[in-house]
């Protein structure tokens, strides 16, 4: 018979596919090419198929799996069974293990990963995959919860780019725990590969297809995260499973501002620019992108101005902190916060992405905060606020019957800068002790928040009154430039830009007032942090040669004052204190490069001490 | 022109593939002999056009808003003549899409009024929406609706598909004593491959003694006029309509599991007649 096929074959097929069928038979040693794995398809059928291996993980019961001869689909010899056990079995905690092979399986022409499978009662099976080979685990693919029921059903696991997968060696894992406390049992037969045209438009994602836009600094680092494959199953539904970094291929658009490695690692090196991270698995594009907005050098936090013996820390490089257990405590299972916390010159810095709530307990000991009055902290929220966004800050005295809280008013205009919030404990509701203090949660309170950066977290004392300030007896000099050389923001000899609002809510502690010194108004700032003043209008000044103020002060030690066009941009100019009597200052527009002279919207004052201003205004030459 | 004579050249490409089955065993017989056949075109519409552009007012009407009880089927959608749910590709397509917006809308279109035909062959070429719930069809219906009611009038569907089975496609034909939930149908269904992923050709050839219908030119099945159970009601003029439907008695509900929007993508829509 064979004889007579191959003539029909010889007649019929070309002589060149003859050749290779042939070539399939048999082999001779100057056949022998480079080293390539088998592409077996069958992991278990009724029984494990060629070189396939088992381990059960650490910490799961690792006599969970059994292959069982009598519950199998469509009455074959054997299926695998599961047994998950009931919480507290000494044995362990869950059901989990590995099927391996100790040789790699070429994969590269099976689109998915397919298995028939059955429960004893109706269960979500936490975690099942493939890839998992107990080393790297460079392509693992994993599907979290998958429902399965007491009727047998086919459930598949797609292979995102098998193309990669040319010596694979984890065929198929696991990992569940009980239900409501409950053991169980599942069976899963006929594990194989296969080469499907029923799987059908796969979709892949980075940050789960959404577009992230990031302001950012020179030194900051992430990590890629929510990376999905998605397929649409026989059924017409879609799965989605979690897929490796392995599988992906990063880009930067602009490496000088940017660069990603093949683990998905983004360090920020350059800007101000900006850079958009990108991905692609194989040829097929990848929904989802960052774009990274450096601003270059990071800024710094404010130095924190309070006496160390008046402060307990918890987190600042300016003070000794107190032991704490974590600065991010991971609490399941609602929490998404992460943390990529960074140091920059010496000074660390808390970072919280994906922001819903976060924890920072420190507990052994907890803290005695009795004889302090406030809490402060430094945030940073590095993308645009659409609206005012709002933190809810948590106190927790141990023991107390629930937190403490104070909901904080974050302005749409103060991303993107640090915002220093003092917080006084009067103000937190349903605080009654501070005797032990244990932990500080902040919560994304109207989800505007989708992170922050974080500094000098510490609770301190006004108890000690700041040096006296005292009050200037005689008011500013009035100034004598004509009329038509000015543009004033604050002064009783020229007419103001309309509109100007001298006490914008930028969350500062400072408290603006305006007093009369002999009948002329001047400007004063008591307790300062900073102060923001909003031009009525955005002004060009670039034909203006200076910026004119008086100040007065007895008890500041750094006043700093800024002007900002739009960006923001902004640049300070360090005024000498404290000063004897008034001092009168012209401030040459150009030591504020690179500030757009020609489109000033806001000046601003930092530093410390009880401050009185008169006369701030443009003027010509 | 456009005279095409099919069954010939396949019978020659056949050739070299009939080797091939044989010998690799294959079960599927992929030649059928059929009649051979002189088909002149008299209506086609190539959806060429530019993006946006709603398909062509002296070839299409809409049918719009929900009909009554669901257009009959309780189907959940609303008909809009909205391009984000029908309009031109700029590719030669048009594209019917499926939105789930808290309600379903999607798009509904006929040539009731402008062109209507007795025999020939019906013919798209079309790619098909998925997931469960969706109900794309490509079908006919008498052109004597207004005055002789469903099932009365006839309904030829071409093309029906089940969204949680992209893999199979439905031929089917109502009439009087043989409607609604049974009608006379058959499925086709393709091996390993699905209707949505790629464009198929669905068609009809249809005079006074039979339909057959066709998928990419295979014919699966062939109603005659004797295998009716009611009346033959096929010898009138029949006008075509192309709709994707949102749930409905046919098709079930869709799930949170269904992806949305949905599209149901057509290269063409031709219609011939038979010349001697």
């Given at each position: 018979m064979k004889t007579n096929i191959l003539i029909i074959l010889k007649k019929y097929i070309p002589t060149g596919f003859l050749v290779l069928l042939l070539m399939g038979c048999e082999r001779e040693l100057g056949d022998l090419k480079p080293v390539t794995f088998p592409d077996t398809p069958e992991v278990f059928i009724d029984g494990f198929s060629a070189g396939l291996n088992y381990a059960a993980f650490g910490g799961s019961v690792p006599t969970a799996f059994d292959v069982d001869t009598k519950e199998t689909y469509n009455n074959s010899k054997a299926s695998m069974r599961f047994d998950v056990p009931n919480a507290g079995d000494p044995r362990g905690a869950y059901a989990g293990g590995v099927f391996f092979t100790e040789a790699g399986r070429n994969l590269s022409g099976y689109t998915a990963l397919t298995f028939w499978a059955k429960a004893s009662e109706s269960a979500v099976l936490d975690l099942?995959?493939?890839?998992?080979?107990?080393?790297?685990?460079?392509?693992?693919?994993?599907?979290?919860?998958?429902?399965?029921?007491?009727?047998?059903?086919?459930?598949?696991?797609?292979?995102?780019?098998?193309?990669?997968?040319?010596?694979?060696?984890?065929?198929?894992?696991?990992s569940t725990g009980p239900v409501d406390g409950k053991g169980y049992s599942f069976w899963i037969d006929e594990v194989k590969f296969e080469n499907l045209g029923t799987i059908a438009h796969p979709q892949f994602t980075i940050f789960n297809g959404e577009d992230k836009v990031e302001t950012t600094f020179i030194g900051v680092t992430q990590q890629i995260s929510g990376l999905t494959a998605i397929y649409n199953l026989p059924d017409g539904v879609n799965q989605s499973l979690n897929a490796a970094t392995a599988y992906f291929t990063f880009t930067s658009s602009n490496k000088s501002i940017a660069t990603v490695d093949e683990s998905g690692e983004v360090i920020v090196v350059g800007g101000p620019g900006s850079a958009e991270i990108t991905a692609m698995v194989g040829d097929a594009a990848v929904l989802g992108s960052l774009t990274l907005q450096s601003i270059g050098n990071f800024q710094q936090a404010p130095l924190p101005v309070h006496a160390a013996d008046d402060v307990i820390s918890i987190f600042s490089n300016a003070y000794t902190n107190v032991p704490v257990n974590y600065y991010n405590g991971y609490w399941a299972p609602y929490q998404t916060t992460t943390s990529a916390d960074f140091e920059i010159n010496g000074d660390q810095i808390l970072q919280y992405i994906d922001f819903n709530f976060v924890g920072i307990e420190f507990s052994s000991p907890t803290v005695d905060a009795t004889a302090m009055t406030h809490l402060h902290l430094d945030i940073y929220i590095p993308n645009t606020l659409a609206a005012d966004a709002q933190l809810k800050i948590e106190l927790v005295n141990e023991g107390a019957a629930s937190s403490a809280t104070y909901i904080a008013n974050i302005p749409a205009l103060q991303s993107k800068r640090w915002v220093g919030l003092d917080l006084p404990f009067s103000e937190f509701t349903g605080l009654n002790s501070t005797d032990k203090l244990m932990q500080i949660i902040f919560v994304n309170e109207n989800n505007m928040i989708s992170g922050f950066y974080a500094d000098n977290i510490y609770f301190y004392s006004n108890g000690t009154p700041p040096p006296p300030g005292g009050e200037p007896t005689v008011a500013a000099s009035t100034p004598t430039h004509p009329a038509a050389n000015v543009i004033s923001v604050f002064s009783d000899a020229y007419t103001p830009i309309p509109g100007t609002n001298l006490n914008p809510d930028w969350a500062q502690a400072t408290v603006v007032t305006t007093v009369p010194i002999q009948g002329n108004n001047t400007l004063k700032y008591a307790g300062l942090n900073y102060q923001g003043i909003e031009l009525g209008a955005s002004q060009n000044v670039s034909s203006m040669g200076f910026l004119h103020l008086d100040f007065w002060t007895a008890n500041s030690t750094t006043l700093n004052v800024f002007l900002i066009s739009p960006g923001p941009v902004e640049t300070g100019y360090s005024l000498t204190v404290p000063t004897s009597g008034w001092t009168s200052i012209d401030i040459p527009l150009s030591s504020f490069a690179p500030v757009n002279l020609s489109d000033v919207i806001q000046l601003k004052f930092d530093g410390n001490g009880d401050i009185y201003l008169d006369n701030i205004y443009f003027r010509k030459n | 022109m456009n005279k095409i004579n099919k069954f010939r050249r396949i019978l020659i490409q056949s050739i070299l593939l009939m080797v091939m089955v044989i010998f690799w065993g294959c079960e599927r017989d992929n030649f059928q002999k059929l009649d051979e056949r002189n088909w002149q075109l008299t209506w086609s519409d190539e959806f060429n056009g530019t993006a946006g552009q709603l398909p062509d007012a002296a070839k299409w009407?809409?049918?719009?808003?929900?009909?009554?009880?669901?257009?009959?089927?309780?189907?959940?959608?609303?008909?809009?003549?909205?391009?984000?749910?029908?309009?031109?590709?700029?590719?030669?397509?048009?594209?019917?899409?499926?939105?789930?917006?808290?309600?379903?809308?999607?798009?509904?279109?006929?040539?009731?009024?402008?062109?209507?035909?007795?025999?020939?062959?019906?013919?798209?070429?079309?790619?098909?929406?998925?997931?469960?719930?969706?109900?794309?069809?490509?079908?006919?219906?008498?052109?004597?609706?207004?005055?002789?009611?469903?099932?009365?009038?006839?309904?030829?569907?071409?093309?029906?598909?089940?969204?949680?089975?992209?893999?199979?496609?439905?031929?089917?034909?109502?009439?009087?004593?043989?409607?609604?939930?049974?009608?006379?149908?058959?499925?086709?269904?393709?091996?390993?491959?699905?209707?949505?992923?790629?464009?198929?050709?669905?068609?009809?050839?249809?005079?006074?003694?039979?339909i057959d219908f066709f998928v990419d030119d295979y014919l699966y099945q062939r109603i005659e006029k004797s295998d009716v159970p009611g009346q033959w009601v096929y010898d009138q003029p029949f006008f075509i309509l192309l709709n994707v439907a949102v749930g409905g008695n046919y098709v079930g509900f869709p799930t949170t599991q269904t992806p949305f929007p949905q599209k149901m993508i057509i290269d063409y829509v031709r219609v011939y007649q038979e010349v001697n």
């Open positions: 099942v995959g493939f890839g998992n080979d107990l080393g790297a685990s460079k392509y693992q693919a994993t599907i979290s919860g998958l429902q399965v029921s007491t009727n047998w059903k086919k459930y598949y696991i797609p292979l995102p780019n098998s193309s990669v997968l040319t010596a694979e060696r984890g065929m198929f894992f696991y | 009407t809409f049918d719009l808003g929900t009909g009554q009880n669901g257009w009959g089927n309780s189907e959940l959608q609303s008909y809009t003549n909205n391009p984000a749910n029908i309009s031109l590709d700029d590719k030669g397509n048009l594209v019917i899409t499926a939105i789930r917006e808290g309600n379903f809308t999607s798009a509904r279109i006929k040539t009731q009024g402008l062109f209507a035909q007795k025999y020939g062959r019906f013919e798209a070429r079309i790619k098909t929406p998925y997931g469960p719930g969706l109900w794309p069809a490509f079908w006919m219906l008498g052109e004597n609706i207004e005055t002789t009611p469903w099932p009365q009038c006839g309904e030829i569907d071409i093309m029906e598909l089940r969204g949680q089975e992209p893999h199979i496609i439905h031929g089917t034909i109502h009439g009087p004593g043989y409607s609604g939930g049974n009608p006379i149908s058959k499925a086709y269904a393709l091996t390993n491959s699905r209707f949505d992923t790629d464009f198929h050709i669905f068609a009809i050839e249809w005079d006074a003694d039979k």
